[in-house]
């Protein structure tokens, strides 16, 4: 199985930030936020070996080729694979019952 290198835009670390922040300060408190970060570093760990076999998304619903998501509970991370080099770049996470189809063409 190939393992692939697994990197965060800038975009993607905000959206995180924001979901810990959210989690934390407007939900449900300390232990909470600090539950998902664990959980999101676990998922993001597990994209290393997963990332190559979840399916491609439909382009257009996402605006963009080759775009490929994992759940993580209530929340997707969106990513994208580069073959060539072996890296997967998470371009968004969102949560779940979001409109994550124009969250992904907006970006």
Not at 64 to 84: P, T, W
Request: with cysteine; glycine share 4%.
């Amino acid at each position: 199985m190939k393992r692939y290198i697994v990197e965060m835009s800038d975009t993607a670390e905000q959206d995180l930030e924001n979901i810990i922040s959210y989690l934390k300060y407007d939900l449900a408190g300390d232990i909470i936020a600090d539950k998902y970060k664990i959980l999101f570093k676990q998922e993001l760990k597990k994209l290393e070996d997963v990332a190559g076999i979840m399916p491609i998304l439909e382009e257009e619903l996402t605006g963009h080729k080759n775009i490929r998501k994992i759940n993580v509970r209530n929340y997707i991370i969106f990513y994208i694979i580069d073959e060539a080099v072996g890296k997967a770049l998470v371009v968004r996470i969102g949560h779940c019952f979001m409109d994550w189809e124009k969250y992904l063409k907006d970006e």
